[in-house]
């Protein structure tokens, strides 16, 4: 029997192989057939600008152009584990019509400004120390299930002691 498709989508700075990308594959690659995008190819965005150009792309159309990729790519169902604007990018690709089937997104602090939830299972992870992660009340309106990992902050998923209790949820 073949695995499930899993689709990663890193942070701003995936690029090619991040070297914390390895304790999630690690992990997951006997559970799943593993797809890495790197969304600043996708995207269109050279990796040499500093964090705030960077981020700035993706919100001009940097997003909407890799969704559109994930779209052409991901025809059948999959689900995505997306870090930071991967996440974000995930839950609006689903919006468009990406088969997701689950999405776990880690420290997606941009889903606070969404309104609309896509029609599969979600996990979000979030850092305590986290200043840009959604209030209890976009978790309750939304009836979005969210886990804040304490003493944490923006960057949790880059520790490995994190990367378990996330892919335990995946498996």
């Known amino acids: 029997m073949s695995k499930p498709r899993l689709v990663i989508l890193p942070d701003l700075f995936g690029g090619k192989s991040p070297e914390w990308l390895h304790y999630y594959t690690t992990i997951l690659e ?31 159309d940097g997003i909407e152009n890799v969704i ?30 990406l088969k997701v089937s689950k999405l776990i997104a880690v420290s997606s602090t941009r889903l606070r400004f969404e309104t609309e939830v896509p029609n599969c299972k979600i996990k979000l992870y979030f850092g305590e120390k986290d200043l840009n992660k959604p209030d209890s009340k976009w978790f309750s309106d939304l009836k979005v299930s969210g886990e804040i990992l304490e003493n944490e902050n923006h960057q949790l998923y880059l520790q490995q002691k994190n990367a378990f209790a996330i892919c335990n949820n995946l498996r």
């Open 30 to 60: 006997s559970h799943f057939d593993i797809q890495y995008y790197n969304i600043l190819e996708l995207a269109g965005i050279s990796p040499d600008h500093d964090e705030t150009s960077i981020h700035n792309q993706f919100l001009n």
């Open 68 to 97: 559109n990729a994930l779209l052409v790519y991901e025809k059948k169902e999959i689900a995505v584990l997306g870090f930071s604007i991967g996440g974000t990018i995930a839950w609006k690709a689903s919006l468009k019509g």
